[in-house]
């Protein structure tokens, strides 16, 4: 996350603070943990084991705390979610034609104004399909897209979509 952020121009002072994150898949919280850190609300979704420094963080200053969601994407209903969600984080160890339709599914709800996310080349057929994935996220993320491989990734491919607007 740390690196998907400074790629992007995102780890400036204050510009993810008071922000509205929904993380897909944030066991154990590495992620979570940079976005809280830069001050961001962060709602996590998945079945697995927060660590407790997560779960327990609170700064004073910026307000950032992390409410862990216990479940499946799938199992996700709109009461869950808070009114607005500005930013989306997909981590989720799941095919990317699995995970796109969850996607399109929250950003055609919530309208975010950034995306970030890991795709991940979960089959190597999937290697030479980049190009094609990246067309079905266009169908439905803010603009602009870009995609890269972070030295962090393994077999991903980090996306980068929309942006904020005071960045
Ligand atoms: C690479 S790990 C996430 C790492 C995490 N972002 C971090 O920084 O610590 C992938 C996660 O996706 C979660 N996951 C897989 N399928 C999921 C689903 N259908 N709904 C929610 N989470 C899912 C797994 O439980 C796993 O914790």
Redesign the pocket.
Same mark, same amino acid.
């Given at each position: 996350?740390e690196q998907a952020l400074a790629w992007s121009g995102l780890d400036g002072k204050q510009s993810l603070q008071g922000q509205v994150v929904l993380?897909?898949?944030? +066991?154990? #919280?590495?992620?979570?943990y940079s976005l809280l850190q830069h001050g961001a609300q962060v709602y996590g979704? /998945?079945?697995?084991v927060m660590d407790p420094d997560v779960l327990g963080f609170h700064d004073a200053k910026t307000g950032a705390r992390f409410h862990h969601l216990r479940? +499946?994407? #799938?199992t996700l209903a709109p009461h869950h979610l808070p009114p607005e969600v500005d930013i989306i984080v997909s /981590?989720?160890?799941?095919a990317p034609g699995v995970v796109i339709p969850y996607l399109e599914n929250l950003c055609r709800r919530h309208r975010p104004a950034l995306l970030i996310l890991t795709m991940k080349m979960t089959e190597e057929r999937l290697e030479s399909k980049v190009g094609e994935i990246l067309g079905s996220l266009r169908r439905f993320v803010p603009t602009p897209l870009k995609a890269t491989q972070l030295p962090a990734n393994r077999r991903e491919v980090c996306v980068v979509a929309g942006g904020l607007g005071a960045v």
């Open positions: 996350m993380e897909l898949g944030s +066991a154990p #919280g590495g992620a979570s979704v /998945d079945t697995g479940m +499946a994407v #799938g /981590d989720m160890n799941l």
